[in-house]
């Protein structure tokens, strides 16, 4: 970002009064692209809907039962986690998704890690999500977006301006889209709880750090979360807008919930 320098008025003896310096013009936040490992790669396949629609139906419940009480293995919380237990040794849901639902659950009660976090040698710390989410509808009447999301303990430089130490970054990126409007009808949010300092919120996912300003549509923020074991949801839609047909009508689609966990220190 370039800063205008300050334009120093000279003192004078004159009893008019003296010329103020014009207030240097804001500078646009700058462009931001985020590394190769901040994406999956393109040739990824698409995700199955129904075992995204599976995982996402988790999501309320899971963060319902760490909205209780400090001790998650009081009831009602030891029944729901048993419930769920329960549910994924009998269900006949693909062995990829039960083990997901797993990993939430472990991480709920105490007895799992943080999640996955990808440490490069050349980059900060992320904790991508625990599967990717669909947006029907999202690049074209008949196309259908990915969705990624990911989040970063801070202090990181990413995303912009970059979370300080006991916060946290969330990045939400739908591939394929075009470029994110600059009115959002109904915005993505990360409604996230800290299980063990119990902080909890719902902040909005903006463009305002103008990550990939010309497409995939990108939004992010920083939580407070305070340092813990972090539980997330990110759920809403997102609202796009051509750039090569300014005159197109903005599309509006929406995404199922997408969980993640991570470690704030």
Do not use: H
């Given at each position: 970002?370039?800063?205008?320098?300050?334009?120093?008025?000279?003192?004078?003896?004159?009893?008019?009064?003296?010329?103020?310096?014009?207030?240097?013009?804001?500078?646009?936040?700058?462009?931001?692209?985020?590394?190769?490992?901040?994406?999956?790669?393109?040739?990824?396949?698409?995700?199955?809907?129904?075992?995204?629609?599976?995982?996402?139906?988790?999501?309320?419940?899971?963060?319902?039962?760490?909205?209780?009480?400090?001790?998650?293995?009081?009831?009602?919380?030891?029944?729901?986690?048993?419930?769920?237990?329960?549910?994924?040794?009998?269900?006949?849901?693909?062995?990829?998704?039960?083990?997901?639902?797993?990993?939430?659950?472990?991480?709920?009660?105490?007895?799992?890690?943080?999640?996955?976090?990808?440490?490069?040698?050349?980059?900060?710390?992320i904790a991508q999500f625990l599967y990717p989410t669909i947006g029907k509808g999202c690049i074209s009447d008949s196309a259908d977006s990915v969705g990624t999301a990911?989040?970063?303990?801070?202090?990181?430089?990413?995303?912009?301006?970059g979370p300080p130490a006991g916060q946290a970054g969330f990045v939400f990126t739908a591939l394929g889209t075009a470029p994110i409007a600059q009115v959002q009808e109904?915005?993505?949010?990360?409604?996230?709880?800290?299980?063990?300092?119990?902080?909890?919120?719902?902040?909005?996912?903006?463009?305002?750090?103008?990550?990939?300003?010309?497409?995939?549509?990108?939004?992010?923020?920083?939580?407070?979360?305070?340092?813990?074991?972090?539980?997330?949801?990110?759920?809403?839609?997102?609202t796009t807008q051509s750039k090569e047909d300014p005159a197109a009508p903005a599309r509006t689609c929406g995404f199922l919930p997408t969980i993640g966990t991570v470690?704030?220190?």
């Amino acid at each position: 970002m370039t800063i205008a320098a300050a334009l120093a008025v000279p003192a004078t003896a004159s009893a008019e009064p003296a010329l103020q310096a014009p207030a240097a013009p804001e500078s646009p936040t700058p462009e931001t692209q985020l590394p190769p490992f901040f994406l999956p790669t393109p040739d990824q396949p698409l995700p199955d809907y129904a075992q995204i629609e599976a995982l996402a139906s988790f999501a309320p419940a899971i963060l319902g039962a760490a909205a209780g009480p400090t001790d998650v293995a009081a009831a009602p919380q030891a029944d729901l986690l048993a419930q769920a237990r329960a549910l994924l040794e009998n269900s006949a849901l693909p062995d990829q998704v039960k083990s997901t639902l797993e990993r939430v659950i472990t991480f709920l009660d105490g007895s799992g890690g943080g999640g996955p976090e990808l440490p490069p040698a050349d980059g900060p710390v992320i904790a991508q999500f625990l599967y990717p989410t669909i947006g029907k509808g999202c690049i074209s009447d008949s196309a259908d977006s990915v969705g990624t999301a990911l989040a970063v303990p801070g202090p990181a430089t990413l995303p912009p301006p970059g979370p300080p130490a006991g916060q946290a970054g969330f990045v939400f990126t739908a591939l394929g889209t075009a470029p994110i409007a600059q009115v959002q009808e109904a915005p993505l949010t990360v409604t996230w709880l800290n299980l063990d300092n119990r902080r909890t919120g719902t902040t909005e996912l903006t463009g305002a750090s103008n990550i990939n300003p010309d497409g995939p549509a990108t939004v992010s923020a920083i939580a407070d979360t305070g340092p813990g074991r972090v539980l997330a949801v990110v759920s809403g839609s997102i609202t796009t807008q051509s750039k090569e047909d300014p005159a197109a009508p903005a599309r509006t689609c929406g995404f199922l919930p997408t969980i993640g966990t991570v470690f704030v220190p």
